[in-house]
């Protein structure tokens, strides 16, 4: 079975561009969920989508949002972007029972 | 407010001997837990998971222990090896909201 599969791998944008980042899941799963990484505060939850409802959401300002396709497909899109907002994007998949598997991660640099 | 912390942010250990990374945590209402390892540049890798109405799991080398009364769980590698040498994460949820807290991470080093 293919893992989740992120594109695009690398972005490079300016401030004040808005970018949009694309997650496959694994086949069957329906939940997506979204983490941003940065090395000063760890992994933090974006927010988590279901059957194209977002179920949770992090405390990130609403720049960051996201959507899920029928297909459980998920983009995440950040507007206005910040130079803060450099970091290293990571789609997970999940399973009924909770538990979590990440893809490669899109590692965006703003400059 | 960290409500999961790995208080070690890096951890030495020889080949073949145990490791052992700690994770401790604030809310008691959390009830799933997951462990993963990361390496450079790659999205974090599952290992295992427990929930709170067990006390252990085992799957391979690697063993998780949780102990609710003390709100902390632990990781052990059995033996080491030096493919084990990465960032290791737990992460906390409440059960059906696939919310996840993570730790900060505790680097392990294996040496050979």
């Known amino acids: 079975k293919a893992g989740v599969t992120q594109t695009p791998r690398y972005l490079i944008k300016t401030r004040g ?20 990484q940065t ?24 720049r960051f949002s996201g959507r899920q396709f029928s297909n459980s497909r998920s983009e995440m899109n950040v507007s206005t972007l910040e130079l803060g907002d450099s970091a290293l994007y990571l789609c997970a998949s999940s399973l ?14 703003v400059l | ?25 604030t809310n008691s209402m959390f009830d799933y837990f997951l462990w993963y390892k990361k390496y450079p540049a790659e999205g974090p890798t599952f290992l295992i998971s427990i929930s709170s109405i067990k006390d252990k799991n085992e799957d391979g080398r690697f063993t998780v222990f949780l102990n609710k009364s003390a709100k902390h769980l632990s990781l052990h590698i059995v033996p080491s090896q030096p493919g084990d040498s990465a960032v290791y994460f737990c992460a906390a949820s409440f059960s059906g909201t696939y919310k996840y807290i993570f730790g900060t991470g505790t680097r392990l080093k294996v040496l050979a």
């Open chain 1, 17 to 36: 561009q808005q970018v949009t980042l694309s997650c496959s899941p694994i086949s069957g799963h329906r939940s997506v969920s979204w983490y941003q």
């Open chain 1, 39 to 62: 090395p000063g505060q760890g992994l933090q939850f974006l927010f988590e989508y279901f059957s194209e409802t977002q179920r949770n959401k992090g405390n990130f300002p609403g």
């Open chain 1, 96 to 109: 009924p029972s909770g538990e979590m598997f990440f893809g490669p991660g899109t590692r965006l640099t």
């Open chain 2, 1 to 25: 407010d960290q409500q999961v912390k790995q208080n070690s942010p890096s951890l030495s250990v020889q080949e073949g001997r145990i490791s052992i990374l700690n994770c401790d945590y």
